[in-house]
């Protein structure tokens, strides 16, 4: 009798569970990084390969720019961009989701240990014991619920890799179209410069015309609201490209307020010299990130299903026991002092109010829509992809055709110099033209961005895969 109530009081014991707290005095220091606990900062870091980042936005495609400078701010995004960061952070919570899920799968093992004081009736004296319990419980699952659950956590972690290699993707080719636009917004920038110098000279012999007499105030008033237009565009393009130029610093994950130079080429020295493909192979539209999201969440989706079944099968488990239980720590570990048992038992709800019924028609209703979600993606890609192919060859032949006019404007402004020398036409004939000829080249600039710019939709179109 004694052991047995001796045995209850330890067990008691075994339970309480204490936590020690400590205080550290560290010093403060300035920095801009929020606090963290010191067990959430890992102190040996391991030597990962960033290798797979490079895979998953192609890098060597980007060369057919033969840009070196917007390969190097493409590699910045991807070491330094900070939603590629979290992207990446997301990964490694879904992980770990997917470990705390596997730990269910196998048994739970503890110890506990305490003194106790026992005093027995019909007793004077008062003895004091040590029990050291051991306590292994283990949820048999012969049914696979638990397995199913762990692969079902584990598609989640698969989808948030897809997600990690759509954002790389998706921030490589901000990345891109943003340094194209910019190159764009200088040589609009440089010819708009020019515009303006020219409305500059058209306003001015209007003004002397009108002072001998030769124009009318009204014409005069015209080429004055068109110089300043002029100037207003040209500040609208600064506007544009200071803008761009911050939203560049924000995607390589430095700060707009660094004074650095942003570097950029010029986009006369931007060259494109790659094919444009005939048609995209439906292997590569198979690999895009979101139709492999897709197509792993209708098998999470039909995992679920099957442990929802599973939830109408009953529930066993194990659970072992060792006590030790002496009142002297010399002898605790000797088995005459030790209490063994091993214990098994199963539990089958039979009434829940129909919880697990509807859960059941929930698994399979989300199955269904999630099944129709991949049909629509399927679809969805091959539009996507088409759509950026006929922008890319449209857009080529734009390119081709405003080059022609642009030679024939060039062609023609020669005429119009070869008149002026000869004079019959005015000097101001002369500048009407030379600005009809920056139109044009500002148009050339234009189209043969929006060309590069649409081949990259093409690129993320694909998932980054085209060669």
């Not at 339970?15 to 560290?26: L, W």
């Not at 948030?160 to 490589?172: G, N, T």
């Not at 072992?320 to 214990?343: E, P, R, V, W």
Request: glycine residues 4%; charged residues 25%; neutral net charge.
């Amino acid at each position: 009798m004694k052991k047995v109530i001796s045995t209850a009081i330890i067990l008691s014991l075994a339970v309480i569970q204490t936590a020690p707290c400590f205080c550290v005095e560290t010093a403060q220091t300035s920095t801009a990084t929020p606090k963290q606990f010191k067990s959430m900062v890992k102190k040996d870091k391991k030597n990962t390969s960033d290798d797979y980042k490079y895979e998953y936005v192609n890098l060597d495609w980007w060369s057919i720019f033969n840009d070196d400078l917007l390969k190097g701010y493409i590699e910045k995004a991807i070491m330094n961009n900070y939603d590629l960061k979290m992207a990446t952070l997301n990964v490694e919570e879904f992980y770990q989701q997917t470990r705390l899920q596997f730990a269910n799968e196998l048994p739970m093992a503890a110890v506990g240990g305490g003194p106790a004081l026992v005093k027995m009736p019909d007793s004077t004296s008062t003895d004091g014991v040590f029990g050291l319990p051991f306590i292994v419980n283990y949820e048999a699952d012969i049914f696979l619920k638990n397995h199913d659950k762990t692969k079902s956590s584990k598609k989640l972690y698969e989808n948030s890799k897809f997600d990690e290699r759509a954002a790389y993707i998706s921030i490589a080719g901000a990345v891109g179209s943003t340094y194209l636009n910019i190159v764009n917004l200088d040589k609009a920038i440089e010819i708009q410069t020019e515009i303006v110098s020219l409305r500059k000279k058209i306003y001015e012999l209007m003004k002397l015309s009108n002072d001998e007499g030769l124009t009318s105030t009204a014409d005069t008033v015209r080429a004055n609201k068109a110089f300043v237009k002029s100037e207003t565009d040209l500040t609208e393009l600064n506007k544009q490209r200071e803008i761009l130029i911050n939203q560049m610093y924000v995607l390589i994950g430095e700060s707009p307020e660094s004074g650095k130079t942003l570097e950029r080429k010029k986009l006369d020295e931007i060259t494109y010299n790659h094919a444009i493909p005939d048609y995209i192979e439906s292997e590569i539209i198979m690999q895009r990130p979101d139709y492999l999201k897709a197509e792993n969440s209708v098998e999470k989706a039909g995992i679920d299903v099957r442990v929802a079944k599973k939830e109408f099968l009953p529930t066993i488990n194990l659970t072992g026991l060792a006590l030790f239980n002496t009142s002297n720590i010399g002898d605790l570990f000797n088995l005459k002092n030790s209490i063994y048992a091993l214990g098994g038992g199963f539990l089958l709800p039979l009434f829940t109010g129909g919880q697990r019924v509807a859960n059941l028609r929930l698994k399979k209703a989300t199955y269904e829509r999630i099944l129709q979600n991949y049909y629509k993606t399927n679809l969805t890609a091959i539009q996507e992809v088409n759509d950026a192919l006929v922008k890319v060859r449209k857009d080529k032949e734009k390119v081709d055709q405003t080059l022609k006019q642009a030679n024939l404007e060039k062609a023609d402004y020669k005429f119009s110099e070869m008149k002026y020398s000869e004079g019959t036409i005015s000097l101001l004939d002369l500048i009407q033209q030379k600005e009809n000829l920056l139109y044009m080249d500002q148009l050339v600039a234009q189209n043969k961005v929006e060309f590069m710019i649409d081949y990259i939709g093409l690129y993320k179109a694909t998932g980054s895969k085209l060669q």
